[in-house]
C-alpha cells in the first residue's frame, strides 16, 4: 500500500520568516487576485461585449483551465531548471497577457487570452507550493500553508472592492492594467528577495519524456491521486460560488455592487479565519483526521445552503449566513490534502505539485460552468457546490482508508 504520510527529508531545515511567508503569500494568491479583482465586472463584461451569461463565465472558467495546463508544463520545468527562472518567465508573460485582455475586442478573443493569462500565472501558484515543499514537510508544512491562506485571503477581501473601484472610475478593461501592475511588482519581489530552492545536485535532468514518466507514476499512486484531487474539487466549489454569486446576489437577490463586494468580503474572512484555526489544529491533530471531520462537516452545510435556498428560510441573510459555513470549512481541506499527498515526493514536489494544481486550476474549471450551464441561479449554484463536495468525501472515503478503522490514523 502506498502510505501517503509524510517522510523524513535530508534537506535542511528553515524557520519561515514573516518577509517570507508574506512573499510566497503573494506568489500562490496572483491566480486568485486576477480572478477577484474581475470579477465585479462579470455582468458589464457580458453587456458591453454582448455575451451571455454562460459565455462571460467563462472568462472565468478559462483562466482556471489555462492554469491547469500550465502547472503541468511549468511543475516539472522548475524541477530540471531551478523555482526562479520559470517564476520569472511566467510573471513577465502574465503581465503582457494581461494587457492584451484590456484591449480584447469581443468575448471570445477575451476568452482565450484568459486562457493563456491561465497558462503563465499558473508559475506563480505551482512554485509557491515546490518551494514549501523542498524546504518542509509534515505538519510544518501544512502550518506554513495554512499561513499563506492568510495572504492569499486578502484577495477576496480587497480584490473585489479594487477592482469595483477600478471598473467604476475607467471601466473593466483597465483592471488587467492593475493585473499588469501587479505583475509587475511580483517580478520585481521574485528578482530581489526570492532565493533559489532546488539547488544543483537535487534537480531532475529528465526531459519532457522523464516529466511523462512523473507524471505516470504519480498517476498511478491511487492514494496520491486520491489525495491530490481534493483541493481541486474544493476549488470547484469555491469557483462555483465565484461565478455564481454575482448574478445570484445582485441579480437574484438584488444586492448592489457595495453590498456584494462586502459579502465577498466576509466570505473571504472565513476562508482566512478557517485556514488559521487549521495552522492551530495540524501541532495537535494528524491533518488526516482533520480533512475528513471538515469534509463531512462541509457537505452537511452545503445541503443546509440549498434547503434554505428551496425555502426561503432566513431569505438572503440565511443565504449569505449557510454560504459563510461553507466556504469556512474550505480552510481546512487543501492544506492537510495536498501536505499528505506530496509526502513521499520531495524529490520532483514541482511535478508533484504541478499535478495538484493541475487537477485543482482543472477540475475547478470544468466544474464551475455548469452553474451557467444549469441556469445560473442560487439552486444551480449550491447544487454544483453539493455535487463537488460529495464526490470528494466518496472518493476519500472509497479510494483512501481515510474513513476506516485504524486508516493513517497519524498520518
Not at 56 to 84: C, E, K, N
Not at 140 to 145: D, G
Not at 259 to 270: C, K
Not at 294 to 299: D, G, H, R, S
Request: hydrophobic fraction near 55%; proline fraction near 5%.
Amino acid at each position: 500500500m502506498n502510505d501517503p504520510a509524510p517522510r523524513s527529508d535530508p534537506s535542511p531545515r528553515y524557520t519561515p520568516t514573516i518577509k517570507y511567508v508574506l512573499m510566497l503569500g503573494a506568489l500562490a494568491a496572483l491566480p486568485a487576485i486576477t480572478t477577484d479583482i474581475y470579477l465585479p465586472s462579470l455582468p458589464t463584461v457580458a453587456t458591453d461585449l454582448g455575451a451571455s451569461t454562460a459565455a462571460a463565465q467563462m472568462t472565468m472558467s478559462g483562466m482556471l483551465l489555462g492554469g491547469a495546463v500550465g502547472q503541468l508544463v511549468i511543475g516539472p520545468f522548475s524541477d530540471r531548471y531551478g523555482r526562479r527562472l520559470p517564476l520569472l518567465i511566467g510573471i513577465s508573460l502574465h503581465v503582457i497577457t494581461s494587457l492584451l485582455c484590456s484591449i480584447a475586442p469581443s468575448i471570445e478573443t477575451l476568452i482565450a487570452l484568459r486562457v493563456v493569462q491561465g497558462f503563465f500565472n499558473a508559475a506563480a501558484a505551482v512554485v509557491a507550493i515546490a518551494v514549501i515543499r523542498d524546504r518542509f514537510t509534515g505538519s510544518e508544512a501544512a502550518r506554513l500553508l495554512s499561513r499563506l491562506m492568510l495572504v492569499i485571503g486578502v484577495a477576496p477581501l480587497f480584490a473585489p472592492t479594487l477592482g469595483q473601484a477600478i471598473a467604476g472610475q475607467w471601466q473593466w478593461r483597465a483592471v488587467f492594467y492593475a493585473l499588469a501592475l501587479i505583475g509587475l511588482v511580483l517580478v520585481a519581489i521574485v528578482w530581489r528577495f526570492m532565493p533559489e530552492t532546488l539547488p544543483v545536485d537535487r534537480r531532475r535532468v529528465a526531459g519532457p519524456r522523464g516529466a511523462l514518466t512523473g507524471y505516470l507514476g504519480l498517476l498511478r499512486d491511487r492514494h496520491f491521486l486520491a489525495l491530490a484531487v481534493l483541493p481541486g474539487l474544493g476549488m470547484a466549489v469555491i469557483m462555483s460560488y465565484v461565478v455564481g454569486s454575482p448574478f445570484v446576489l445582485q441579480t437574484e437577490y438584488g444586492m448592489s455592487e457595495g453590498q456584494f463586494a462586502v459579502i465577498f468580503a466576509l466570505n473571504g474572512v472565513a476562508l482566512v479565519l478557517s485556514a488559521q484555526l487549521n495552522a492551530y489544529l495540524v501541532r495537535k491533530v494528524a491533518p488526516i483526521r482533520i480533512l475528513r471531520v471538515a469534509m463531512i462537516l462541509q457537505l452537511i452545510f452545503a445541503v443546509i445552503l440549498l434547503v434554505v435556498i428551496l425555502t426561503g428560510v432566513g431569505g438572503v441573510v440565511g443565504v449569505v449566513a449557510a454560504l459563510w459555513l461553507v466556504l469556512g470549512m474550505q480552510g481546512m481541506i487543501p492544506a492537510n490534502a495536498t501536505v499528505l499527498a506530496l509526502g513521499r515526493y520531495g524529490h520532483m514536489a514541482g511535478t508533484a505539485a504541478a499535478l495538484i494544481g493541475a487537477m485543482q486550476s482543472g477540475i475547478a474549471g470544468v466544474v464551475s460552468p455548469f452553474v451557467g450551464l444549469l441556469g445560473g441561479t442560487a439552486v444551480a449554484m449550491a447544487t454544483v457546490i453539493i455535487a463537488a463536495i460529495a464526490i470528494g468525501v466518496t472518493i476519500l472515503a472509497v479510494a483512501t482508508p481515510a474513513y476506516r478503522r485504524g486508516g493513517w490514523l497519524e498520518a
